[in-house]
């Protein structure tokens, strides 16, 4: 996900939080979280674990998407930079930062 993704989902939380509250007071979003509710953010980790769950399942199955993911496909090269890969950008965000670590994720 890319930082705009995370800001506007931060934000998203946080207004339905205010909804669901019904608060109408001009305060910053962290002190709605800290103040009322005591709550950390957690829609981006809940979608994090739960894309590295679908990942870890993709992994340890013999199948065409796993050898998609893993970049083991055969053709010509493409010219310029290399695109960034999902699988790249879950890897680093994992706790051991492995493939091996993510393939045997829950």
């Not at 001009?26 to 981006?44: F, G, P, S, W």
């Not at 695109?83 to 790249?88: A, C, I, Q, S």
């Not at 879950?90 to 492995?98: K, L, R």
């Amino acid at each position: 996900m890319h930082k705009e993704d995370i800001k506007r989902l931060e934000a998203f939380e946080t207004w339905q939080w205010r909804k669901i509250m019904k608060w109408t007071e001009h305060k910053t979003n962290e002190e709605v979280l800290e103040m009322y509710m005591q709550e950390t953010r957690m829609l981006i980790k809940t979608l994090r674990d739960r894309q590295k769950n679908w990942v870890g399942h993709i992994l340890r199955s013999n199948s065409l998407l796993r050898t998609v993911w893993e970049g083991r496909m055969e053709g010509k090269k493409v010219v310029g930079r290399p695109r960034t890969k999902v699988l790249d950008s879950i890897i680093q965000e994992t706790d051991g930062g492995t493939y091996e670590v993510l393939k045997n994720w829950r």
